[in-house]
């Protein structure tokens, strides 16, 4: 089962997102978590990132109900991609304009209406969520798996500079999806990194065996 955060400021509109799923969810395979935002910013992000979440769907005005919330879902948004890369985040909002500009990636912006059928899109809202949600398991677990393979040659030889390069940028990539964009910079990850290496390996597991748990339970 994926577990997708609704995160909005006002219950009916929490609300009127999980009738949605439950309209459109024939398979049941979704389960929404809904979530309130606080009026500390970094309390937000810890309570989303605590949720086991495998997406995050955030309103854009965050605070048009709560004066106290100084943030909103763009902020929000951009704060869990610098901390886990690529993870699957969608803002819905009734003010396109001001929430594309306000983002760096115009595609992470839904108008509210394309839960009601106002949008020409092939798919709907929902299955783009779990498209999202399986490409990510899906460029994780393979970035996991070619690592192996690489630690398996690098077990009995020397790397050639090609399996270098792809043996730098896949440690780099599982490090800012698990660690975040804080994590070290890839001109670092070298066939000495092996300690660093280590760790990610183990985030990387811990996450996979999350990913992997939420497919055989769907």
Do not use: W
Request: net charge negative; charged share 35%.
């Amino acid at each position: 089962m994926y577990r997708i955060a609704i995160l909005d400021e006002f219950d009916d509109d929490i609300e009127r997102f999980q009738l949605y799923v439950h309209r459109n969810d024939k398979e049941k395979r979704f389960e929404v978590i809904p979530l309130s935002p606080q009026s500390n910013f970094e309390e937000t992000l810890q309570e989303i990132f605590s949720s086991n979440l495998d997406a995050l769907v955030s309103d854009y005005r965050l605070n048009e109900y709560k004066a106290n919330i100084t943030y909103d879902g763009i902020r929000i948004v951009n704060a869990v991609l610098e901390r886990k890369a690529d993870f699957p985040c969608f803002v819905l909002t009734s003010f396109d304009d001001d929430a594309v500009k306000d983002s760096d990636d115009g595609n992470i912006v839904y108008i509210k209406g394309i839960m009601n059928g106002e949008s020409n899109a092939k798919i709907t809202f929902l299955e783009r969520i779990e498209k999202q949600i399986q490409k990510y398991k899906f460029r994780m677990n393979e970035a996991n798996q070619k690592l192996q393979e690489l630690l398996a040659i690098k077990n009995n030889r020397l790397f050639n500079p090609k399996e270098e390069e792809e043996y730098i940028k896949i440690s780099h990539f599982l490090d800012i999806s698990t660690v975040g964009q804080e994590g070290i910079p890839r001109t670092f990850f070298t066939q000495d990194t092996n300690k660093r290496l280590d760790e990610i390996i183990l985030k990387t597991d811990k996450l996979l065996r999350s990913l992997n748990l939420d497919d055989d339970n769907a």
